[in-house]
Nanobody
Framework: QGHLVESGGGSVQAGGSLRLSCVSS????????MGWFRQSPGKERERVAT???????DYADAVKGRFTISHDNAKRTLYLQMNSLKPEDTAIYYC??????????????????????WGQGTQVTVSS
């Protein structure tokens, strides 16, 4: 019914910034819950930031104060502004959206329901 395409990744020095974009097509952008996830070698995929259908954003503890999630309905685009990047932020970043459930969180900070639409990912590499 739709798909997501990420862009904006790259290689930066620690302390630098990047802005990731995720463009949706079809009905994907009309999802209840949208957000960004990341996965690095040897690590489980983790939630970075999500925003629900009412515009309420929630961030993983590791990125609070440094990353900002936003979206532009007219452009059908989801963004992740990443500032003060650290080497541990190095990962493949994926955008995702769910077509049937809004953002609901477990006690450990994970989404109760995994999004059902995913992008292909964009690599972010932060060097020290």
């Amino acid at each position: 019914q739709g798909h997501l395409v990420e862009s904006g990744g790259g290689s930066v020095q620690a302390g630098g910034s990047l802005r990731l974009s995720c463009v949706s097509s079809g009905y994907t952008y009309l999802a209840f819950c949208m957000g960004w996830f990341r996965q690095s070698p040897g690590k489980e995929r983790e939630r970075v930031a999500t925003v629900d259908s009412e515009g309420k954003a929630d961030y993983a503890d590791a990125v609070k104060g440094r990353f900002t999630i936003s979206h532009d309905n007219a452009k059908r685009t989801l963004y992740l502004q990443m500032n003060s990047l650290k080497p541990e932020d190095t990962a493949i970043y994926y955008c995702a959206a769910d077509s049937e459930a809004d953002c609901t969180y477990t006690d450990d900070g994970n989404l109760l329901v995994e999004p059902n639409f995913w992008g292909q990912g964009t690599q972010v590499t932060v060097s020290s």
